[in-house]
Nanobody, 122 residues
Framework: VQLQASGGGLVQAGGSLRLSCAASGMTFSRYRMGWFRQAPGNEREFVSFVGWSGALMDYADSVKGRFTISRDNAKNTVFLQINSLNFEDTAVYYC????????????????WGQGTLVTVSS
C-alpha cells in the first residue's frame, strides 16, 4: 500500500491550497480516508475524514468552514481543499487510510502517507 500526498507549499495568510493523496495497492473504495497534521513541537492532530462512499465527513473544529474534504474513488484519490489559511495551519499534512476504529483518532488508520508541508507566511 502506498499513499502519496502532494500539493503542499508556501502560501500567504488568507490563501488557499488543494492537497491530494493518491492511493495504490489497496481497494481504495473500502477505506475511510483521513487527514491529520503535525506542527513543529506539536502532536499529530486530526483534521478531517471522509467515509468510504464520500457521504460521511467530519472536521476538527479548528478547520470547520475553511477546509473541505472529498474523494474520487475512480481515481483512488482523496483531496483536502484548504481556504483562508492562517499561521496556525502551518504543519506537515498526512493522509491516512483506515477500515475500522474511530475516524478522529490516529490509531483508527492502518496506512499513512509521507506527508506534505504547508507553510503559511505573512
Amino acid at each position: 500500500v502506498q499513499l502519496q500526498a502532494s500539493g503542499g507549499g508556501l502560501v500567504q495568510a488568507g490563501g488557499s491550497l488543494r492537497l491530494s493523496c493518491a492511493a495504490s495497492g489497496m481497494t481504495f473504495s473500502r477505506y475511510r480516508m483521513g487527514w491529520f497534521r503535525q506542527a513543529p513541537g506539536n502532536e499529530r492532530e486530526f483534521v478531517s475524514f471522509v467515509g468510504w462512499s464520500g457521504a460521511l465527513m467530519d472536521y476538527a473544529d479548528s478547520v470547520k468552514g475553511r477546509f473541505t474534504i472529498s474523494r474520487d474513488n475512480a481515481k483512488n484519490t482523496v483531496f483536502l481543499q484548504i481556504n483562508s489559511l492562517n499561521f496556525e495551519d502551518t504543519a506537515v499534512y498526512y493522509c491516512a487510510a483506515g477500515l475500522g476504529g474511530y475516524g478522529r483518532r490516529w490509531d483508527g488508520y492502518d496506512y499513512w502517507g509521507q506527508g506534505t508541508l504547508v507553510t503559511v507566511s505573512s
